[in-house]
Structure formats: C-alpha cells, structure tokens
C-alpha cells in the first residue's frame, strides 16, 4: 500500500500512465493496426484522403473517449455506493441501477419512439433513481440500516424485473431487436461523440460534486455513532452521493448500456493501492475505470475475430470471479 | 384443536397435521385450477363451448375438435401446470433453504445455467440433433451449476454465503448466455431468445412425458421434507439443537429445488419470476408451515402459468407471445407490492 503523499502521487501517476496507455491501444488495434507514427499524424495533420486517418477519427477516437468516460463514471459511482451502503459488493449493476436506468431508456426508445440523447439521459436517471430507491426498500433492515446480503439479493431482484420487462419488450418490438440486444449487453462501439455532448454538462457537475464532497465522504467511513458525536450531518452528504451516483450511472447506461462488474472491481483495486482516504480513491478510481474498460474494449476486439464481443460481457466474466473472491471472505465491509 | 385434522398413517410412524383454513384455501384453488385449465381448453384461435370439450375429452371419436383439444390444447395446458408447479416448489424450498423471502431459482443461477446450456445448444447447431436433446441440454446445465455453487460456497454453507455465491454465478452465466446471442446469428438469437423468455408454444405429449417424472417424484418429495423446513425455519442453532442434520438437510433441499426448477426451465425455458410469486401468494392463503405451503404454492405456481400462457394465445390473435412476458408483467407490479408489505 502506498502510506506517503508522495508515492500516493506517483501511483495515481501510473494509474494515468496505464489509462493512456490503454487508450492508445484501444486507437491503435482493431481489425487493422495503425502505426504509431500514423496515429501522431492523423492527430496533427489530418490526410482526408487516408482510411486509416478516417478509421481513426470518426470511429475509434469516439469510442475511446466514450469507453473512458464510461469506465470513470462506474468505477467512481461504485466507489461512492461501496462508501454510501458500506458494503463491498456494491456497485452500479450489482445493485440494479443499470438495469433500471437501461430499462427505461428501452421502454422510452422503442415505446415511446424517444431518439433525442437529452430525453434519453433523463429517462437513464429516472430509471436509475427509481430502482435505487426499489433497493432502498428492500435493503432496509429492521432497525433502519442496510443489510449487505438483503441489498445484495434485492438488487438481483431489481435487475431480474427490469430485465425482465426490457427482455419482453424485445420479443414484441423484434425489428429493433438487434439494437435493443446491445443495450442489454453493453457496448461502446459504434456510438458518436454527439451522444456524449448534451451530458458533459451533468458529468461535469457530478465529478463537482465529488470534488466537493471528497472530505465528507471520509466522514461516512466511520461508525454512525462517532459522527454524530463529531457533530456532524451525515443525511445531506449521503443525498449529493446519491445523486452523483444517479447521474455517473445513468450517463453511463445512456452512453453504452449495461456495462458492468467495473464499479466493482476498481475501487477495490484502488482501496488496495491507496487506503480508504477518498482524496486519492476517487482520482484513482476514475483513471483506473477508464484504463480498465479501454484495455477490456481493446481485448474484446481480438477474442473471437472477426466479430467484437460486447464489452459489457467482459467485463462481466473479468469481475465475476472477483465478486466470488469478495462473497467468500468472512466480512462484507469495504 | 378443533381447527385443525390430523391423519396418521397405521403405526403412527407418519402424521399430518392439517389446519381448516389451509384445507379449505387448498381445495378452492384446486377447484380454480380445474375450472382454468376448462376455460383454457376451450379458448383459442377457435374458441368452443367448454361442453363440447368435455365432449371432446370423453368420448373422442365422436367429437369433430378432438384433434385440437387433445393434441394441441391438452398438452400444453398439462405442461403448463406441471411447470408451473415446479418452479413455485422450487422457489418455496429455496426461500426456506435460504431463510430469504427475496430467494428463487433464477436469483441464484440455477435457471441461468440451464439457459446458458441451451443456448450453447442451440448455437452449436444442437437443432440439428433433435429436440429432444435440448431439455437434456439444459437440465444438465442447471445441475452442473448447482454443484459448481455447492463446490464455491465450501464446508460452511451458510444461507447468506450461498445465495451470494449464487449470485455471482449467474452474473457469470448471464454474461456467458449474452455472449453466445451476440455472436450467433440473427434467426438462432431470435428463437433463443423466445425459448429464454419462457413460451411453452408447441407444447408436446412427448415433453410433458419428460416433466412429468420430475414433478411426480419431486413434488411429493417437497411435502416430506417440508417439516424440515419449519425446523430450519427456525434457525440454525435451533435446528440443530432439535436434532437436525443441517448440512445435509440443506443439500438434499437444494439438489430437490435443482431437479425441479432445472427440469421445468428444460421443457418451458427460462420462465421468471414464478418461483418469486407462487410461495408469497400462498403464505398470504394458508396457515404457517410448510406441509401446507407445498400443496397450495404448486396449485399458485399452476395458475399463473396458465393463465399467463392463455393470455399469450388468446390475447394478441393471431400471435402467440410467449408466456414469460405474462409471468413478467404481472409479476413486477406483485413484486413492487411484496416489497411495499415487507417493509412495513
């Protein structure tokens, strides 16, 4: 484990080498490799006339960025929630946030014929609001607190029922099968870089709100009993955690579908590397998360050429043996 | 104890206690149930009076519907039933198991594997083979599966750790079945995904002749031990302190929820949700424990998968939708509702 400030620094250092160098992978291999000098210069001076430079730019470079964002936004969602119900196996899918929030935008997109991204993006976050609170409920012990196992278990339950409507939706609605099939698997490839403009707005006030946050989150960390004696307020804290982890959930989803296992395993990665101090967590969550899911697109590229395994399967079949590992230990805590 | 019958058996070495109002509750539902699959025998894409069904069902030489009746409704109304009854036991003896309201054949994988299994199957070019494998297919899968969880879970097989572990293999197995729809092409994704959402269309003798042991030895079987899942009821310690051999107690219990969810997820697919419903509706219905919750949850389980697979006939002429979509549609309101009770 990193102790001082300073290798703290260089470890999320390394963690932003490794992002890069994922992404640099993520744009150069594929079906047809791209030399290094040939990525500079697609960059700098674009040749119109070169199927490599077009490849490059009208469709690897999107996918990056979107497989980028998309990581860091579950990796830290998954660290706040692991914060937020203090238990290790939280993460946007295991908990059914992503089901819920893809099972709106399904419901919305081939219901109700929305096609606007910003229509979509809002119908995510419903989605996802409601089923944390569908959670909530089911998560809540007899005293008041949150059981791990019985959040666990209502997650599954959450995501077998929007699941489960999504899946029926897809058997009466059949021409947009192929489409509504990636939602359901999670993919970021061939979705554009316009999709990602209309939510910088609420990434961008979620990765403030984090910011912000950063030192009352460690707050949370501790036994209840303790912060109440600090004097402090925990209900506002746990409410801009909440939400940020709707919006980091539902932007993702919006973008790429249900992707999961990433808010899994990186915080856990992450809290191996750094402790639990939130101020280096977060950073490192998000750098490792967007590393993580470009390696995971790059490798999906090459397991069964010529077709793209979804990435969302994965990163389901990396974090599964992950999950048994952390459902086998004696204790549940993060 | 004038609410309650009790039977014994010559020797005494076998009772049961029964009350009045699990009784009563049993014999309405069995009744509902026979006038359902009625109602459902003369429903279709030619609707008959259910006069000349029985016609129809008696004498069947002298009917003129007799084909329609006996080989095309028949079957897949007893499939429908048989299933139905399955998956509901399974989900009671896993919610007993477990000491978890919220556990079910598909929470924890069992169904995942059978679907994973078939749709293996399928891709592979299995259709070639003959149906008649496919079941096999999947019945293997779901107890492949099964043992794979027991193996994960280890010597202390706690309910938590198990439903966990559970959870994270269908995690697995969903990715896996996902894997396999996105890579095979568009007419084998499109017909393994029917079979995954549960339909029971073109229903044969031939595969009710396949379930048909599974329920009947299982089903029975679900009513012995459900005393022991009032004494696991009660918690570990006290269980064992009772005399119980917990361990093997809870792995006879899983392997008889295996045999019966696997076999009816193997002839009706991945059908949702009733091993949810079926066991909370009957505790709604008849008194506590579980000698009576077996009975009644099999009849509930029934009726919904009749009822669900008829609306899929009947409702949408001239399409047959798959019942799943039924199952999962009025099952999520249920579930929001159980949820809403349990909380109070």
């Known amino acids: 484990m990193l102790n001082t400030p300073l290798t703290r620094l260089l470890g999320l250092a390394l963690a932003a080498a ?52 998309v990581g860091a936004s579950l990796a830290v969602a998954g660290a706040l929630m692991q914060t937020l119900t203090r238990n290790a196996l939280a993460a946007p899918s295991v908990l059914g946030i ?46 008041g607190g949150l059981s791990p196992v019985r959040v666990v278990l209502g997650g599954v339950a959450v995501t077998a029922l929007f699941v489960s409507l999504a899946q029926g939706l897809l058997i009466i609605d059949q021409e947009g099968f192929e489409s509504l099939l990636l939602w359901l698997a999670g993919s970021v ?40 004696g600090l004097g402090q307020h925990t209900g506002r804290i746990r409410l801009l955690a909440g939400a940020a982890v709707i919006v980091l959930a539902g932007c993702s989803v919006a973008l790429a579908g249900m992707i999961g296992f990433v808010g899994l395993i990186v915080p856990h990665m992450v809290r191996a590397l750094f402790g639990r101090d939130h101020r280096w967590v977060l950073p490192g969550c998000a750098l490792l998360g967007a590393g993580l899911l470009l390696a995971a697109d790059t490798l999906a590229r090459f397991l069964m050429p010529p077709q793209e395994v979804p990435v969302g399967v994965m990163t389901a079949l990396l974090g599964t043996p992950f999950f048994l590992h952390l459902a086998r230990r004696r204790s549940l805590a993060p | ?118 749709v293996c199957f399928l891709a592979l070019g299995g259709a070639a083979l ?40 269908a995690a697995a197995l969903g990715a896996g079945t996902t894997l396999v729809l996105v890579l095979s092409t568009d007419t084998t994704a499109m017909r393994a995904y029917v079979w995954l959402t549960g339909s029971l269309y073109a229903a044969q003798w031939g595969e009710v002749a396949g379930l048909a042991p599974w329920a ?3 089903l029975p079987l679900a009513m012995t031990l459900s005393r022991r899942l009032d004494v696991l009821a009660l ?51 008849v008194a506590r424990g579980h000698a009576g919750l077996v009975p009644a949850t099999a009849i509930i389980g029934a009726l919904i998968v009749l009822h669900a697979d008829l609306l899929g006939r009947v409702a949408f002429l001239p399409r047959d939708l798959p019942a799943g979509i039924f199952v999962a549609g009025i099952g999520a309101p249920f579930f929001i509702f159980l949820l809403y009770r349990w909380r109070r």
């Not at chain 1, 160098?21 to 990525?39: D, E, N, R, Y």
């Not at chain 2, 076998?14 to 539902?29: G, H, K």
């Not at chain 2, 099964?146 to 097989?157: D, E, H, P, Q, S």
Request: proline share 4%.
């Open chain 1, 18 to 69: 490794l992002a890069l160098m994922a992404g640099v992978a993520s744009l150069a291999f594929g079906a047809t490799t791209v030399a290094p000098a040939s990525l500079v210069q697609a960059f700098l001076a674009p040749d119109p006339g070169s199927v490599a430079h077009l490849i490059l730019l009208t469709e690897r470079l999107p996918r990056a960025v979107i497989a980028a964002v």
């Open chain 1, 98 to 143: 992503n089901a819920g929030a893809m099972c709106f935008v399904v419901v919305a997109s081939s219901l109700f014929a929305l096609r606007s991204p910003l229509a979509l993006v809002w119908m995510a976050f419903l989605g996802a609001l409601t089923a944390s609170l569908l959670v909530a409920l089911l998560g809540r012990e007899r005293g």
């Open chain 1, 189 to 228: 490839a061939g979705r554009g870089l316009e999709g990602l403009k209309p939510l910088l707005p609420f990434l961008v006030a979620a990765a403030a709100a984090c910011v912000l946050l950063v030192r009352q989150l460690n707050l949370l960390i501790l036994d209840d009993e303790l912060v109440k």
């Open chain 2, 1 to 118: 104890m004038s609410r309650a019958v009790i039977l014994r058996a010559v020797g005494g070495r076998l009772s049961l206690r029964l009350e009045r109002r699990t009784l009563t509750a049993t014999l309405l539902l069995a009744l509902v149930l026979a006038a359902s699959a009625l109602a459902s025998l003369s429903l279709g894409s030619q609707a008959t009076a259910p006069g000349e069904v029985l016609e129809a069902l008696i004498h069947p030489e002298r009917s003129e519907i007799a084909l329609v009746v006996r080989e095309i409704r028949l079957p897949r109304i007893v499939l429908a039933i048989l299933v139905g009854a399955c998956l509901g036991v399974a989900g009671l003896l896993l919610q007993g198991l477990v000491r978890n309201p919220l556990a079910s054949p598909d929470v924890i994988g069992i169904t995942g594997g059978a679907s994973l299994a078939a």
């Open chain 2, 130 to 169: 003959g149906e008649a494998w496919l079941p096999l297919a999947a019945l293997a899968g779901a107890l492949a599966v099964a043992l794979l969880i027991l193996a994960l879970t280890g010597r202390n097989v706690t309910p938590a750790r198990l439903v966990l572990i559970g959870i994270g293999v």
């Open chain 2, 216 to 218: 009947l030895l299982g």
């Open chain 2, 235 to 285: 918690g570990d310690e006290m269980a064992i302190g009772l005399g119980t051999a917990v361990r093997g107690t809870r792995f006879a219990l899983l392997l008889l929820a295996v045999a019966l969810a696997g076999a009816s997820v193997a002839y009706a697919g991945g059908l949702s949700f009733i091993g949810l419903l079926a066991p909370h509706i009957a505790r709604r219905l």
